[in-house]
């Protein structure tokens, strides 16, 4: 597993590489979701697979881990992970000149890391800290740099070419990542992001199965939904609750 995540981190990376990421020079802040998918026929093919490894191993082991694990030992998870990505939100949210909400990512870190014994129990959002997600790609948007086409990643699902190298920046500089790094203990983050993967899944098995089932075109419909959801990322806009990737952070 672990190899398989640093294959695709640098294969993406390359891709990347050679992408001609800004199409249009109009701030992305100015826009609405439009659909650029020139590379639709490796999209489908990437999402066929990744439907493949959903069926037979992603939504049977969140299926189980619904069933071995009560809800609040599962929330208690959730709040741990969501905690460690706070720095990262506050070092984004600082970059695009969001001070205020750099600000409540430490707080929210601080308060949730002692009172709420390592981030277990979320004590900052019932204080008043709303836990606000920054990553590298709205940090790239803020600054202009436009999505470019869309694109589907092998697990890890659909992106943008902008959103992918986001994700491969905060594999490399989330400061969480660096010091599990520095200390030797880099198997953290690939059982850390397996554990988001399987929770975000069990989270969603009956909205997304439910969506798959009455949907004519599914691929369609979720590259609809993600570009709908990043623009509202961006704009720091609501999600709808609706919208089942309105948790969605597998970074």
């Not at 694990?69 to 709040?79: D, Q, S, Y």
């Amino acid at each position: 597993m672990r190899f398989l995540f640093k294959f695709l981190i640098v294969s993406t990376f390359f891709l990347l590489a050679n992408c001609a990421v800004n199409n249009n020079s109009q701030n992305i802040m100015d826009k609405t979701p439009q659909t650029q998918d020139p590379w639709e026929n490796f999209n489908r093919g990437t999402f066929a697979f990744n439907k493949v490894f959903d069926k037979y191993l992603l939504a049977p082991l969140a299926k189980g881990y619904r069933i071995v694990l009560p809800g609040e030992v599962r929330k208690g998870i959730r709040n741990f992970l969501s905690n460690l990505k706070e720095p990262w939100t506050s070092i984004n949210a600082a970059l695009q000149g969001d001070f205020k909400n750099s600000g409540t990512s430490i707080v929210r870190f601080g308060l949730n890391t002692t009172v709420g014994l390592l981030g277990i129990f979320d004590v900052a959002t019932s204080l008043g800290y709303k836990k606000q997600k920054e990553d590298f790609g709205q940090t790239l948007a803020v600054y202009g740099v436009d999505p470019g086409p869309y694109l589907v990643l092998p697990l890890l699902g659909p992106s943008t070419v902008r959103d992918a190298i986001g994700k491969v920046t905060g594999f490399i500089a989330d400061p969480v990542t660096i010091a599990l790094n520095q200390d030797g203990k880099e198997n953290w983050i690939w059982i850390g992001t397996a554990v988001n993967g399987i929770d975000f899944r069990e989270q969603n098995l009956e909205k997304i199965d439910n969506l798959e089932a009455t949907s004519v075109d599914f691929y369609a419909t979720i590259r609809s939904l993600y570009l709908e959801r990043r623009n509202r990322m961006i704009r720091n806009q609501s999600a709808d609750q609706q919208d089942p990737f309105q948790e969605f952070d597998i970074e």
